[in-house]
């Protein structure tokens, strides 16, 4: 199945809608969903994980009322959202103060149960796409269950593709080698200043006609900015100072050709064949503006060839 729409390969990630590092309210959720459709975007993705529920409810509020048929919808198995007792802050990243907790659950009821609770926290009657999320330390549980019971659904019309979300390229290519599969979800590990994918999940892409959506394309934000913030992070922990040096040289090189940072890791995962688009997490409506006007700038061709020079990028990187 096609995840973008054909011209526009740029789609909303959802984390920030959970309160991802900080709190965001309902209305500035909502009001990212609608800037994100207002621009042209339509693919949204989602998870349980992020805000424990709340995101998948946010997203949900934000695309009511739109035409089902226009956009595509992914979220992810792999943790399963309960109620306990009394109400505690979240311990993995989000600003959320519930009652509500996660576990992992990889088995065919656990699937099962997490796609109808994306459902209806989402108020949808389809997923079309589902990716197993996380199975860092659970790949037999993932292999024995997760994916054969993804499959089925497949088979069965109820979803329309499967894959994996990861933030490593190890375990997805063994899942793209082995497992019948459409689709993956990269996150970190193809950017301007972390390509490694290259070495491993996408030529096994290429291989075997899966499709790649690359997220993470900031780095958590060490890209997000024409220069490295204050306190910039990488993956979500304190930037080391040899990331934020390569950054700030990477931003010298654009800066000389007239651009920026951002704008150039914005179109770069764009340019390998087996990537068919990103997904950019966005906290406010105007960050999903800024975004939109990065990903329409159009970035020198003589940018990509001075970082290879300066070897600051690798010579086998595909370039626009």
């Known amino acids: 199945m096609r995840l973008f729409p054909e011209g526009q390969r740029v789609g909303l990630g959802g984390a920030p809608l959970g309160s991802l590092l900080g709190e965001v309210t309902d209305a500035e959720a909502i009001a990212t969903v609608n800037a994100a459709w207002d621009e042209g975007w339509r693919y949204f993705d989602t998870a349980p994980h992020y805000g424990l529920g709340l995101a998948e409810e946010r997203l949900g509020l934000g695309l009511a009322g739109k035409p089902r048929s226009e956009y595509v919808l992914s979220s992810k198995v792999g943790r399963i959202i309960y109620e306990a007792d009394a109400d505690a802050p979240d311990d993995e990243g989000f600003a959320v103060n519930t009652r509500r907790r996660r576990r992992w659950d990889f088995s065919r009821d656990g699937v099962l149960r997490s796609i109808e609770d994306s459902l209806r926290r989402i108020g949808t009657d389809r997923l079309d796409v589902v990716f197993v999320h996380d199975p860092d330390d659970h790949f037999e549980e993932a292999v024995a269950t997760a994916f054969p019971t993804l499959i089925e659904l497949r088979e069965q019309g109820v979803i329309g593709a499967i894959g994996s979300g990861m933030n490593q390229s190890a375990m997805l290519t063994r899942f793209v080698r082995e497992v019948d599969i459409d689709v993956i979800m990269l996150a970190g590990r193809y950017t301007l200043i972390d390509p490694d994918g290259l070495d491993d999940v996408l030529p096994a892409c290429l291989e075997n006609d899966v499709q790649v959506v690359a997220v993470g394309i900031f780095n958590s934000g060490l890209m997000s900015q024409?220069?490295?913030?204050?306190?910039?992070?990488f993956n979500y922990e304190p930037a080391a100072?040899?990331?934020?040096?390569?950054?700030?040289?990477?931003?010298?090189?654009?800066e000389s050709h007239g651009t920026t940072l951002p704008a150039a890791a914005i179109a770069f995962p764009l340019a390998h064949p087996a990537v068919a688009g990103i997904a950019v997490g966005c906290r406010t409506a105007e960050e999903v503006q800024t975004n939109a006007t990065l990903a329409r700038t159009e970035v020198p061709t003589a940018l990509w060839s001075d970082l290879k020079s300066a070897g600051l990028l690798r010579e086998d990187a595909p370039t626009p």
């Open 241 to 254: 100072q040899a990331l934020i040096d390569k950054a700030n040289k990477l931003a010298d090189v654009c």
């Open 226 to 233: 024409p220069r490295p913030a204050a306190g910039t992070t």
